[in-house]
């Protein structure tokens, strides 16, 4: 059966695809005035495998989340995006820098499931197939790599916009780094980050180190949550300057959970602040969007089963 697609527009070294190579051998010197649209691959991969209803190849090749993957962000989003630059970010196999630091981190997780894993490889297919560039940087996760080629990016002169439905990427926005919510299509600047969390940008690092995150194991200081940990930032400031003035707190149960929590919340914060030198396995002007071949893009969505009206729009 072939689904149809609607166009809704709103080795241990670093790997990218064939496409960025092909981009870094024919760049033009410099990547000038432009916009640097960088998708949170991983993330939107969960996304999709978790909403889209299973779909089988004749083979039994599952490729329900391939199916979101081009339906709802490669045609809609990438597509349209009207970049310069462009990239499909994933996360890498394996342990990243931020295991050293905390052994515990996402241990929590269950392992992948196998229909997922075995989507990945054509996940990064179809990004060829339309054009896109896909990187992956083993060591970093992937929003590292987007936090270090967004300050490439802004130091050339681009603007940036993160597609992501992840908080923990609210710590790039600035003036010119905002975030594409994918799910509630809004754009999320610094006043959007300040009314979600109580801080703006340049705090959330702190605010995670106190309220911590459940869901990648990252401990936080116990018994404080991102309310609370707003309220104390906005009272003394950063995390350094609440666990330098503890006395100055009169004795209660928050006090003394943040007297326990010192060291948990210095972990938390090298957990969540991200990485922005990462080592990328391309430069930036190799991200330079291109056109997708149709030749390629017909191929490969024959290969998969899907038509998708539109797509010469």
Do not use: C
Not at 63 to 87: C, D, E, K, W
Not at 190 to 217: I, S, Y
């Amino acid at each position: 059966m072939m689904t149809e697609a609607t166009t809704t527009m709103p080795d241990g070294a670093a790997v990218a695809s064939p496409a960025a190579a092909r981009a870094a051998s024919a760049a033009p010197q410099g990547p000038g005035k432009g916009r640097l649209v960088l998708v949170d691959g991983s993330g939107y991969l969960w996304r999709a495998f978790s909403v889209v209803p299973p779909r089988h190849l004749a083979d039994g090749t599952p490729v329900n989340a391939v199916t979101g993957f081009i339906q709802h962000l490669l045609v809609p989003i990438v597509r349209r995006a009207r970049a310069s630059h462009i990239a499909v970010v994933f996360d890498p196999e394996g342990e990243t820098f931020r295991h050293a630091i905390y052994p515990a981190y996402k241990a929590n997780r269950s392992e992948k499931p196998a229909d997922l894993v075995a989507q990945q490889p054509l996940i990064r297919q179809a990004s060829e197939a339309f054009g896109v560039s896909w990187v992956e940087a083993p060591g970093y996760e992937a929003d590292d790599v987007i936090a270090t080629y967004a300050r490439q990016a802004v130091e050339a002169g681009l603007k940036v916009t993160i597609v992501s439905s992840d908080k923990d990427l609210m710590q790039l926005v600035g003036p010119e780094v905002s975030i594409y919510h994918p799910q509630t299509k809004r754009v999320i600047r610094a006043a959007e980050v300040e009314a979600k969390l109580g801080v703006g940008p340049e705090k959330v690092v702190d605010l995670q180190a106190l309220a911590g995150d459940p869901t990648d194991g990252v401990p936080g200081v116990r018994g404080i949550g991102v309310k609370g940990a707003a309220k104390l930032i906005r009272q003394f400031g950063d995390l350094d300057a609440i666990l330098a003035n503890l006395e100055t707190l009169p004795p209660s149960a928050l006090r003394a959970r943040l007297q326990d929590g010192v060291e948990a919340a210095r972990i938390s914060r090298d957990l969540v602040r991200l990485e922005a030198d990462a080592v990328v396995p391309v430069e930036l002007e190799s991200l330079r969007a291109r056109p997708a071949a149709p030749g390629a893009v017909a191929a490969f969505l024959n290969r998969v089963e899907m038509q998708v009206r539109g797509l010469s729009d």
